[in-house]
């Protein structure tokens, strides 16, 4: 694997959300570049603030935040991107993902992108679980993109159960592994 490659760190609506701190320091241990896009939901859990001292540069949080932008923000990201990892991913996200819909900066840029994708999901074990999900799981596998599996771990909503985020390590060895 390369050093040096652009990734897009997008940020979902997750408890798991402070943890995107740890996975841009060990992306940028490793010599990438990290962008960061917030869903605008993803805010109410981390601040833009924290995840741009971790990347240490601005994060996009919709598609008129950064100011002075001529071009369209999400094809210069989709453009620019070698990899786009979504940690955590919440349902909701990969819903939209896995149907094409594109209603924010970051699901506007995976369409957009021909870079790989790596998924990590994050949520309530019985919202792993729903028949739902599973099918828009499978959907953007069919596609291409690489799940992170989520582990059995403590959950906000219960003690112990799956839908916990995956482990940094198991995360950052996927998007190695994409980038080969």
């Given amino acids: 694997m390369a ?37 605008k939901d993803a805010q109410h859990f981390i601040t833009p603030l924290t995840l741009q001292s971790f990347a240490g540069r601005e994060v996009i949080s919709d598609f008129f935040s950064v100011e002075g932008r001529v071009k369209p923000i999400h094809i210069e990201l989709a453009k620019k991107s070698d990899l786009i990892l979504i940690a955590p991913a919440s349902a909701d996200v990969i819903a939209k993902i896995s149907h094409g819909m594109a209603d924010d900066v970051l699901t506007c840029t995976v369409l957009a992108s021909t870079a790989p994708v790596v998924i990590a999901p994050a949520m309530n074990e019985k919202m792993l679980a729903n028949s739902f999900t599973q099918e828009n799981l499978k959907r953007v596998k069919d596609r291409g993109m690489k799940i992170v599996d989520p582990i059995h771990g403590h959950l906000v909503c219960s003690d112990q159960g799956m839908g916990h985020l995956a482990e940094n390590a198991s995360i950052v060895k996927a998007v190695t ?3 080969r």
């Fill in 3 to 39: 050093a040096g490659k652009n990734i897009l760190l997008g940020v979902t609506a997750s408890i798991s959300a402070y943890k995107a701190c740890d996975i841009i320091t060990d992306l940028r241990k490793l010599g990438h570049e990290v962008t960061v896009v917030m869903t």
């Fill in 177 to 179: 592994d994409a980038l």
